[in-house]
């Protein structure tokens, strides 16, 4: 099993070995910091473009209103 990291934790790896004196290529790290990039989420338009609403069943509906972007260099399928 895989685990990515995200960019915040990559650059705190980073820069914890850099504090440590361990030299680091800077074609090495770049490639890292490509490979962890993947697809991000977040809140698209204004608070007001966002709903929440009452059920029929009583219950609650949401109605967000978001952006998903590939910030990798390949392709992502979802499933």
Request: net charge neutral; hydrophobic share 30%.
């Amino acid at each position: 099993m895989t685990k990515t990291m995200t960019q915040g934790e990559l650059s705190k790896s980073f820069g914890a070995l850099r504090r440590g004196g361990i030299p680091l290529d800077d074609e090495v790290v770049q490639s890292m910091k490509a490979a962890s990039r993947g697809l991000s989420r977040y809140q698209s338009g204004t608070p007001a473009d966002s709903s929440i609403f009452d059920l029929d069943s009583g219950g609650a509906g949401y109605l967000p209103s978001v952006a998903i972007c590939n910030d990798s260099d390949r392709i992502i399928r979802t499933s």
